[in-house]
């Protein structure tokens, strides 16, 4: 079949794997935050959810972009041939921007109503670990497959790097999402660059000025240039989850795969009360604290 991707199944596959293997070690070892429920119910819920939408991103989502990429290629099309620039350029700047555009992505699923609706079901875990990278809900990737093809094709991307971002992306989510702690002035550092463990559990915050923040994948400047970086929550003041979805009863693989056709509830605690931060917090944002 034509887009089978061999290279990604022998390469790619295998590098993922032992990535998510050493992060789950490395995050057992070394925990960042506490847990508030049983591991092990978690990771059926989230496997079951990623069981069902993991298929849409290899057999949808990767041969739409691939394929947009291609034909983009093949008719000059999108910015990149335009520039007439030297081949590792377009690479360089086709894997930035193709960064770019899944921030701005990220951003449509928390600010479009319908499409937060799906990615409620990722954000609803209340506990954020390597397990929460792959808790997708299958509509939320289908929906991403138009996007990101147009996306691909309208950059003009050589189709090659839209595989090989798909791997680093990938990988970079599972990183994010454990809860691995990294030593801190380590991880200070990195979050100027890449978006790291810290950064993202700001995004996973009850707090909803907090989850309306910290909305890059790969790159955190996408967050520093449009002002929506927030590093100034130490993680053991952080609460994760979203604030009306509390019952883990409600979080069974069933409940989960249906919650986006329900009316999304209000963002309110089960008491009523709107999460909030009392604290006086340092007057920059951008400073990373423990
Ligand atoms: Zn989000």
Redesign the pocket.
Known sequence: MKFLFPKFNKIGMPLLGAAAVALFVLQNRHKLRKRVRIAEERYLENGSVALAALPALRFALLPAMYGAAQKANKHNFGLLPRLGAPKWVKYTLGFALLDYTNYLW?IL??KLPWLWRF?NV??VDMDLDLSTAWRFHIGENIASVPYRSFMAAFIGVPAPLVLFYEVIFEGCTAFHHSNWRLPFWVERRLCQVVVTPRMHGI??SIVAQE?NSN?SVIFSFWDRLHSTLRLNIPQDAITIGVPSYRNPAEQSPMRLFLMPFDEPRPWKLPSGKIPARNEDMPVTKTHLLP
Request: proline share 0%.
């Open positions: 990220h699923l928390h990615h990722h954000h995004h996973h989850t909305f």
